[in-house]
T-cell receptor
Framework: GENVEQHPSTLSVQEGDSAVIKCTYS??????FPWYKQELGKRPQLIIDIRSNVGEKKDQRIAVTLNKTAKHFSLHITETQPEDSAVYFCAASIGGSQGNLIFGKGTKLSVKP | DVKVTQSSRYLVKRTGEKVFLECVQD?????MFWYRQDPGLGLRLIYFSYDVKMKEKGDIPEGYSVSREKKERFSLILESASTNQTSMYLC?????????????FGPGTRLLVL
């Protein structure tokens, strides 16, 4: 079945450094790729998303890149801050479904002051 | 702002009890989803619904059922709770009418089965 692999599972960076989280997907019909941030004890919240007709999207300190040929997409966070500490999930739409997503297993990002 | 609410933040139940988890969204979304979240396993889909009275099994439906009698409400039912159903349960909704596929999550229900 469809699968999304996410790496690394944990990531620790110093404040001000960049963080990169990578995901690969298996369904060639996937065309929507959201990223969610889940702070401790809170709900997952969408932070950025990208569609398959776009290679890169940026929103202030976060950016997402998509390589459809290689079936991978990445989240880049620059100038990290302690409040960026959270679990980040990538997801990919399931082709042929009416809105189903398949999620990666998550990356726990720790930003040390 | 999309608002997805869940009936309880924390629940403690006994093995064998019937458990109801309620989810309500106020954005007139067609799609609703139930996930469970366990450490190291990410979000796993239990059931989903694209419309009233419609339901489909997700990846891990065993031991669960659902009900969608109204568009805004999607209930998850544990017919006979077992200890391996101790988990965080997250409800989500999304719009199917446009190109927007973003899922919006509720705050979650942390269920402990003793």
């Amino acid at each position: 079945g469809e699968n999304v692999e996410q790496h690394p599972s944990t990531l620790s960076v110093q404040e001000g450094d960049s963080a990169v989280i990578k995901c690969t997907y298996s369904d060639s019909a996937s065309n929507y790729f959201p990223w969610y941030k889940q702070e401790l004890g809170k709900r997952p919240q969408l932070i950025i998303d990208i569609r398959s007709n776009v290679g890169e999207k940026k929103d202030q300190r976060i950016a997402v890149t998509l390589n459809k040929t290689a079936k991978h997409f990445s989240l880049h966070i620059t100038e990290t801050q302690p409040e960026d500490s959270a679990v980040y999930f990538c997801a990919a739409s399931i082709g042929g479904s009416q809105g189903n997503l398949i999620f990666g297993k998550g990356t726990k990002l720790s930003v040390k002051p | 702002d999309v608002k997805v609410t869940q009936s309880s933040r924390y629940l403690v139940k006994r093995t064998g009890e019937k458990v109801f988890l309620e989810c309500v969204q106020d954005m007139d979304h067609e799609n609703m989803f139930w996930y469970r979240q366990d450490p190291g396993l990410g979000l796993r889909l239990i059931y989903f619904s694209y419309d009233v009275k419609m339901k489909e099994k997700g990846d891990i439906p065993e031991g669960y059922s659902v009900s969608r009698e109204k568009k805004e409400r999607f209930s998850l039912i544990l017919e006979s709770a077992s200890t391996n159903q101790t988990s965080m349960y997250l409800c989500a909704s999304s719009d199917r009418t446009g190109i927007e596929e973003t899922q919006y999550f509720g705050p979650g229900t942390r269920l402990l089965v003793l």
